[in-house]
């Protein structure tokens, strides 16, 4: 007989743990939602009307289910007690200290929480990895919780990995292309894996829902983002093969992306990739890869980082290069700070990179971004690279309210993210704003370059030449 889920804890309450278990507590309104978190500023946004994330739809559905079958607390112990199915959904940064540092995943906080759950609680629990863990993480937290357990109680281990783009993660958590729940195969890690999908079943199709072992699972989330990865890189790489032959880099792609085997998809030549899980889960998979003594398969999937960083300091050079070498004391308007349109998140934002680049040589950078606030962009920018100094910072750096409050007397303009309204702005105003000659480098491919070179502008696009 399957377990019924009728009270999920859900630890963790950031950009996996909040969406996710509003979209089910949305769908499943016979269940229990709480999600919990020790960071008590952050529950209480949640709590709030300014909820801590962007994301487009999330506040529909919290604002609707808050209070009824949705909860955010920090009474984490209270939570774990009385829940039957608990969502791990800490944060796994890339260690910054030690071995395996700057690649390896940091597992403080999954063995923290981990440690938790066998402590506090007093019944039998399904226990669910969400977060992107590297393969047989599962193993360690069950060796954990079996060790810490008492008489009498049970823990079942699942893998559950999230597939969410962000910008578009309530869709993606509405109509997932498929969820993956990875089990033990015995016969009480089937009847967790059924529990689980009965919860999914509520408005996933069944054909959509993929059981696996435990490991097939951990590495999918990995293999997956580090596949789409490597499509970004791959046609950054041809975009500076068409910037030096003259071909134009979203001609090849759409040539390219109308086979069928290949696809349109991820084809879109840009500054280069960001986000949360990209960058760090193909370095956990180079660090997984040497651990097992697979060194060419690590050097395989390094590349693809690696080429992600040259495309940055390829299109920095290409600016400087293009404003006579020099831009000490030019003002350079950058357009963008988030690490794609749509949402709030800087994390690993080629906007970052862009902008220290720029400070280091001594430029004034005004920046504009919709939905990343000011606290943030200074924090992401401050570190050893440049200064820690915000004082320091705020002399070379400038956040403004609008693209037209970023452009005025500036010498170039840089396009970092794609939002919306970037394309629909009044760039004859801009013109007469700028001092001249008056350059635009887009970095994301979003303008029309022949109407802006009609109107006076200087135009460079990632993956087009200028000769």
Request: glycine share 6%.
């Amino acid at each position: 007989m399957t377990t019924q889920v009728k009270k999920i804890c859900c630890l963790g309450a950031g950009y996996v743990g909040g969406p996710t278990c509003a979209v089910i507590a949305h769908k499943c309104p016979h269940i229990q939602v709480t999600i919990v978190d020790l960071n008590e500023t952050r529950i209480n946004a949640w709590n709030s009307d300014n909820l801590p994330i962007y994301e487009p739809g999330l506040d529909k559905i919290v604002f609707d289910r808050r209070g009824k079958n949705l909860f955010f607390t920090t009474e984490v112990d209270k939570a774990i007690n009385e829940a039957d199915l608990i969502f791990v959904s800490v944060n796994t940064p890339t260690k910054k200290a030690g071995m395996g540092a700057g690649y390896a995943a940091d597992l403080a906080y999954i063995e923290s929480a981990t440690r938790q759950i066998a402590e506090v609680a007093r019944s039998s629990k399904i226990v669910v990895e969400k977060s992107t863990v590297p393969c047989r993480t599962a193993e360690s937290m069950r060796t954990i919780l079996e060790a810490n357990s008492h008489d009498d109680i049970r823990f079942d281990i699942l893998s559950n990995p999230e597939f969410l783009a962000e910008g578009t993660a309530i869709n993606d958590l509405l109509y997932p292309d498929r969820v993956l729940i990875g089990g033990l195969q015995t016969p009480e890690g089937f009847k967790a894996q059924q529990a689980l999908a009965e919860i999914y079943e509520q408005w996933v199709p069944k054909d959509k829902i993929i059981t696996t072992n435990l490991w097939s699972s951990e590495l999918s989330k990995l293999a997956a983002n580090a596949l789409l990865a490597q499509r970004i890189s791959s046609i950054n790489a041809l975009s500076a093969i068409c910037e030096a032959t003259g071909a134009d880099i979203d001609e090849v792609a759409y040539a390219c992306g109308r086979d069928s085997r290949i696809g349109p998809r991820f084809l879109k030549a840009s500054v280069g990739f960001g986000g949360s899980c990209f960058q760090k889960d193909i370095l956990n998979l180079v660090y997984l890869s040497e651990q097992l003594n697979l060194p060419e398969v690590a050097a395989y999937w390094k590349q693809v980082v690696d080429l992600n960083e040259y495309q940055k300091k390829r299109f920095v050079s290409r600016i400087i290069k293009t404003l006579f070498n020099t831009i000490t004391n030019k003002r350079i308007a950058v357009l963008g700070f988030a690490f794609k349109k749509d949402t709030g998140d800087t994390r690993e934002s080629a906007a970052i990179t862009l902008c220290k680049d720029f400070i280091q040589e001594n430029a004034r950078v005004y920046i504009y971004d919709p939905k990343v606030s000011e606290q943030q962009i200074f924090y992401d920018l401050s570190g050893p690279e440049v200064t820690y100094d915000i004082k320091d910072l705020k002399k070379r750096v400038t956040i403004v309210q609008s693209a037209y409050e970023a452009s005025a007397n500036a010498d170039a303009i840089v396009v970092a993210t794609e939002w919306d309204e970037f394309k629909e702005l009044d760039f004859e105003r801009i013109y007469k704003s700028m001092n001249k000659p008056a350059f635009i480098f887009d970095g994301r491919l979003i303008l029309d370059a022949e109407k802006l070179k009609s109107i006076g502008f200087r135009v460079h696009t990632i993956g087009r030449a200028n000769f």
